[in-house]
């Protein structure tokens, strides 16, 4: 990324900045700071920036220069304390930067923190320490200070590491130095092109970790994840191709399920899993710190068993970095980064990757999950839309109870296997289960062609509806041909001794009432006349055939046959004028 694309002006990298000192009106360190200042607010957030300096035996820590876009100066010039009387031992001892995201709380627990008072009453609410140590000495400490709380994360202390060596030397270097000579510009040269580089890698670091943030917020799948890091972290690392291995519920193997490379050549089993071991991923996992390998072929040498290697050596690839992901403490799996030229990976590339693996972690984890999420619903869906119409699985899905309904003209169909319980005495319970499973799928496939609901099956009993929940002016007609595909069915099918599955059917048109039933395992039904009439006739109806009543003739075209039954008796309702009913 060029200097320019920093926001970094030219002068800067080309030490014009010295120009500056020369004219007496400014030091190196006021130089190098405002340098600091408008160059790192894209790499760490701050509102506030300042530095002081270690002096002297006992050492003092004096305030040597502040900036901020807040109101108000927060510390008075030249302000010092000695280092014994504030915590900023701890974080020389450390080396390590500190963060504090509320420094209310702090300073209730540190009353006596004069600084820490200061700086809140200039409106500061975090902070981020960083200790700066050249050679192996403390010299100092840079203060990031940001007007909202919780600002600063584990991402920022990676980052100031990263450039914290070439920033502690230059600070080192220009704090005391009254007089430009030709060393001077010589080692503030160096250190600030080395420095301007460092703050560029963080610039490229904090856009993609922002980016990051952002796909980890737009709820992103695990396959769009993944292309996502693919396609963005060409200016981070090389490679040719990406992929990813989940690790199983123990953490002992793997499975590689996404990869793509340059020309779209990549060979792997998707679900297909490998023991970590077999390629020594266990001890990159243990020591959760990503993997260079120069030579893919010297590494198979080594790694006999290992077929995620030979697989990508075939596919002519020569070195690769292999990064374990751990989102929540949990290992996720490995995300492995592979290059057609052999020994490109270094320790700048390791190091790059470990200060990103975090987010990554993160990112990659909820977008698996999100996928998990997203099969489940739409598995929850199916089974749904399967035992309920579609359109109360929309009722249901938007919050919305859907209430009992009254049809007035809809045509029940009701469908009973011949001598089904004498079949269920000497049939196997298996293969019984697997006729039935056979059947009804068939059925259910020509109630989704004739557009008619299915309401359920009761044993043998398959009972449907057509005009519910949605009427249809030609409601008998779809029911008709519904019985007769029922018949049309049970013709290619046979119980398990050899003799032929036929059904009695008895369809009755006229008004029912819908609704949800059951409040905690909640089933679509239909009750009323026509209902218990449908079921009457089929029990009336004869082997192979259908019957209904005198309410069917009449509304249907000529296709359609209608041969007189004659007046049945039927069970709770009396006597009623039948038909037979049939197409072609």
């Known amino acids: 990324m060029a200097y320019d694309a920093l926001g970094l002006d030219r002068r800067l990298c080309h030490l014009d900045l010295l120009s500056r000192f020369s004219t007496g009106e400014e030091t190196l360190l ?58 900023l031992g701890e974080t020389v001892e450390s080396g390590q930067p500190r963060i504090i995201n509320d420094l209310g709380t702090y300073l209730r627990l540190r009353p006596e923190s004069a600084s820490t008072r200061a700086v809140l009453s200039h409106g500061v609410q975090s902070s981020l320490t960083c200790p700066l140590i050249s050679r192996g000495e403390a010299v100092g400490f840079l203060f990031f200070s940001s007007s909202s709380p919780h600002t600063y994360t584990g991402h920022h202390l ?10 502690s030397f230059v600070i080192e270097h220009t704090a005391g130095a009254n007089a430009v ?9 160096a250190a600030l092109e080395s420095l301007t580089r460092s703050v560029a890698v963080g610039q ?29 972290f060409r200016d981070i690392l090389p490679y040719d191709r990406v992929s990813f291995a989940l690790l199983d519920d123990h953490s002992q193997a793997m499975s590689v399920c996404w990869a793509r490379s340059e020309d779209g050549a990549v060979v792997f089993d998707e679900g297909a899993s490998e023991p970590l071991e077999n390629g020594g991923l266990g001890d990159v996992l243990r020591s959760g710190t990503p993997r260079a390998v120069g030579d893919l072929e010297v590494h198979l040498l080594d790694y006999p068993e290992s077929e995620a290697t030979r697989r990508i050596l075939r596919e002519g690839f020569r070195s690769s970095l292999t990064c374990p992901l751990v989102a929540m403490g949990r290992p996720v ?35 698996r999950l999100y996928e998990q999420l997203d099969r489940e ?29 009254l049809h007035p003209e809809c045509t029940v169909v009701m469908a009973d296997l011949v001598g089904f319980t004498s079949k269920c005495q000497s049939c196997t319970p298996r293969s019984l289960q697997s006729l039935l499973d056979d059947l009804y799928d068939t059925l259910d496939q020509h109630t989704q062609r004739l557009g008619v609901t299915k309401i359920g099956t009761i ?16 409601h008998q007609l779809r029911a008709v041909r519904l019985a007769e595909a029922i018949h049309q069915t049970l013709t290619g ?38 209902v218990n009439m449908a079921s009457r006739l089929q029990a009336e109806s004869e082997p192979g055939r259908t019957m209904s009543c005198c309410c069917i003739a009449g509304e249907l075209p000529d296709e359609v046959r209608i041969d007189p039954a004659g007046r049945r008796l039927l069970k709770g309702v009396g006597e009623v004028d039948t038909a037979w009913i049939s197409i072609g």
């Open 30 to 87: 006021d130089v190098l700071c405002d340098f600091i200042f408008q160059s790192f607010r894209g790499v760490i957030p701050f509102d506030r920036l300042g530095v002081a300096l270690l002096e002297g035996e006992p050492a003092i820590v004096r305030a040597r220069w502040q900036r901020s876009v807040l109101p108000g100066p927060s510390l008075p010039e030249g302000y010092s304390l000695p280092l014994a009387a504030t915590t």
């Open 158 to 167: 990676r980052l100031f590491e990263h450039i914290a060596q070439d920033l």
């Open 181 to 189: 000579d030709a060393q001077a510009v010589t080692r503030l040269g």
């Open 204 to 232: 490229q670091e904090a856009l993609l970790l922002a980016r990051i943030t952002e796909k980890i917020n737009a709820g992103l799948g695990l396959r769009q994840t993944l292309g996502f890091i693919y396609d963005e």
């Open 333 to 367: 799996g490995f995300l492995s980064f592979s290059s057609r030229a052999a020994d490109v990976y270094r320790g700048a590339h390791v190091e790059r990757f470990t200060r990103l693996a975090g987010q990554l972690a993160v990112i990659i984890e909820k977008g």
């Open 377 to 405: 619903h739409r598995c929850n869906d199916r089974l749904l839309r399967e035992l309920m119409p579609g359109v109360i699985v929309d009722e249901l899905q938007a919050g919305r109870k859907p209430q009992a309904e």
């Open 459 to 474: 044993g043998d009993a398959y009972l449907a509806v057509a005009g519910v929940p949605t009427s249809q002016a030609d």
């Open 493 to 530: 099918f046979r119980w398990p001794d050899g003799s032929p599955v036929q059904a009695r059917v008895g369809i009755c048109s006229g008004p029912v009432i819908s609704g949800l039933v059951g409040r905690h395992a909640r089933r679509f039904d239909i009750w009323g006349h026509t």
